[in-house]
């Protein structure tokens, strides 16, 4: 089960119920960690100056806005904490909309809206006479020190939770140049029927389940297969040949005396073929393993 | 020197660059290091092979980077199985189970110089077997501190419960002493146990002997590591390579040589004379495997 990630109350008008959300959806990336490609560690990020390249301890890191290239007013967290938009911990709904005439364009993350233990009956009592009334809460709450624009709406007896992006953060795509050029085309009738023709002969009822992420699937299997099969440490037995399968023991026979002997012929503390030793060694040590 | 498909105890796996070497100071190589461990596995095995295992693996020989790998590599041959232990985050992951000469060979091909291993066995991780005291020398001092210090740990265990101990160097500067319980006990009461000894040395040597992990309460005194009897840590397991300018492996002794170390007696064994000893003395470790004993209750004051 997801964790709750904000504890708070719903109000409309009067009524105040206290709920929890938690996330709707659980994203299933495949995620990659950046190694060496040397040595398998792995890659450690370094916030360093970017006037000596000196790595900066976390306290001495503040945050700063740039006014003008290289120009910048430092602002500090107890600043920020104290321009908390409204700070109480509560989902005011402030008008009731039809869900059509929300453009999905704006909805951003979506959480599921969970009752309080003792107040079920209120949050029943909401959720059903939305989904009667076929109407969509629109409301404005603080979430980790930001404001969200939401939308609230009844789903299979639960409510919905989507935040919404603010209006002045969707870009205009009359600044995109191609899309702008549209406006120059001109269609035939012929052409449009026939696009109407193919889009009537492509038409289905949308059932989510019938897509899954390919992409991600071979990409496990890519894994998978890599994993089974490593070449870099060990073959499949199978695909050894057996008359190459030395006892291992043997195989280190001729390594073990000719390291021993390389020490005998320069004996470690003999600061002449300590020089001469050393070198060659610290090279062949960079190679991989 | 190309790969090379070899044969080991009834395993087959491949090997590469035999001729690394891994310890630049003494021109010591991989060859020499598998072969460490395929001697060393007979005495070792007993005490490694059904544990959970983290490897501290160093590709680049010891002077190079290391990293150590708790999670058993994905690409591990079939043969080499896991047991689960503690992860991150409350979660548990798989930590490689050395239970094979083959799978000494595997882990020392993957440069694995260190073997750390945790005081419970893999298939009850709740349960320590034995108890340990990491003896850490601070600043300024060395291993004849640290075998001070472990006579001391010695004769107030065997005055406080008649419990006896094995030693053991760790193979880089220290001692550590381990207690054999072999029966049941929790995490929480060796540590409890641990940490109670160690501050009645520190009460008693404060001048010499700490319980305090803070750097700088350590210089000039031996640090007693009672912390490592958590369920999520690892010590360096007996007999394994440590790395160090020298091949240097964790050494079980006799009390008659710490004894001598606290007289100044170097207490240091590279891997050759590991294997001698073992010849000699059959495995000085023995005991922590069989001999059962029971830790003073929890709340007892020592």
């Not at chain 1, 600043?79 to 869900?99: G, K, M, Y």
């Not at chain 2, 006896?164 to 054999?180: E, H, N, R």
């Not at chain 2, 000893?277 to 020592?302: K, M, N, W, Y």
Request: charged letters at 25%; proline letters at 6%.
């Amino acid at each position: 089960m997801p964790r709750a990630i904000w504890s708070g109350a719903i109000s409309f008008g009067l009524v105040n119920i206290p709920i929890k959300l938690y996330p709707a959806v659980s994203r299933k990336n495949v995620s990659f960690n950046q190694l060496d490609s040397r040595t398998g560690a792995r890659i450690k990020y370094k916030k360093v100056s970017a006037a000596d390249g000196e790595e900066v301890p976390a306290e001495a890191i503040i945050k700063g806005y740039e006014l003008s290239s290289g120009a910048y007013v430092t602002v500090g967290d107890d600043e920020l904490a104290s321009l908390d938009p409204d700070a109480s911990r509560t989902i005011e709904i402030e008008e009731f909309v039809d869900l059509a005439d929300i453009d999905p364009l704006f909805y951003d993350s979506a959480y599921f809206v969970a009752p309080d233990k003792a107040t079920v009956k209120p949050y029943a009592l909401l959720t059903q006479a939305m989904e009667e009334s076929g109407k969509v809460g629109i409301a404005r709450f603080v979430m980790r020190s930001k404001q969200y624009l939401c939308a609230v709406r009844p789903k299979d007896g639960a409510l919905v939770l989507s935040t919404m992006v603010y209006a002045d953060e969707v870009n205009d795509p009359k600044e995109i140049g191609e899309i702008a050029d549209l406006e120059d085309v001109t269609l035939t009738k012929k052409e449009l029927d026939m696009a109407r023709q193919l889009i009537a002969s492509l038409s289905e009822d949308f059932d989510v389940d019938r897509f899954e992420d390919t992409y991600r699937n071979q990409v496990l299997g890519l894994i998978e297969r890599k994993a089974a099969g490593d070449t870099e440490i060990i073959a499949p037995p199978e695909a050894m040949n057996e008359d190459k399968v030395i006892d291992l023991m043997a195989a280190l026979e001729a390594s073990v005396k000719e390291a021993k002997a390389a020490r005998t012929r320069h004996p470690a503390g003999a600061p002449e073929a300590e020089e001469e030793a050393a070198e060659p060694a610290k090279k062949r040590a960079r190679k991989s393993a | 020197m190309p790969d090379r498909f070899v044969e080991v105890d009834g395993r087959q796996l491949k090997v590469s660059n035999l001729d690394k070497v891994l310890y630049p100071e003494t021109g010591f190589t991989k060859a020499e290091i598998i072969d460490y461990y395929v001697r060393v596995a007979p005495a070792m095995l007993p005490h490694i092979g059904d544990r959970g295992i983290t490897l501290r693996r160093y590709p680049n020989g010891v002077d190079g980077t290391s990293f150590f790998e708790k999670r058993c590599p994905s690409h591990r041959p079939d043969w080499i199985g896991t047991f689960a232990g503690p992860g991150d985050r409350n979660g548990t992951i798989g930590y490689c189970a050395l239970d094979s000469v083959a799978a000494l060979a595997w882990s020392a091909n993957m440069a694995a110089l260190e073997i750390h291993a945790p005081m419970a066995r893999g298939v009850d991780i709740e349960s320590p077997t034995m108890c340990v005291f990491d003896l850490d020398p601070g600043p300024r001092t060395g291993i004849q501190e640290c075998a001070e210090v472990a006579l001391d740990i010695r004769d107030v265990l065997d005055r406080l419960a008649g419990l006896t101990c094995l030693a053991k160097t760790s193979g880089s500067k220290g001692l550590q002493l381990y207690v054999p319980l072999n029966t049941p006990h929790t995490h929480e009461h060796c540590s409890e146990f641990a940490l109670a000894v160690a501050q009645v040395l520190e009460k008693h040597h404060g001048q010499r002997v700490t319980s305090v992990m803070k750097k700088t309460a350590r210089p000039g005194k031996v640090f007693i590591d009672w912390s490592q009897n958590s369920r999520h840590k690892t010590t360096a397991a007996v007999y394994t390579l440590r790395a160090r300018p020298h091949p240097t492996a964790s050494t079980p002794v006799t009390w008659d040589e710490v004894d001598a170390a606290a007289s100044g007696t170097p207490l240091v064994f590279e891997a050759p004379a590991v294997l001698e000893r073992i010849e000699e003395h059959g495995d000085l470790f023995a005991d922590v495997l069989t001999v059962t004993q029971e830790l003073p209750s929890p709340g007892v004051t020592v």
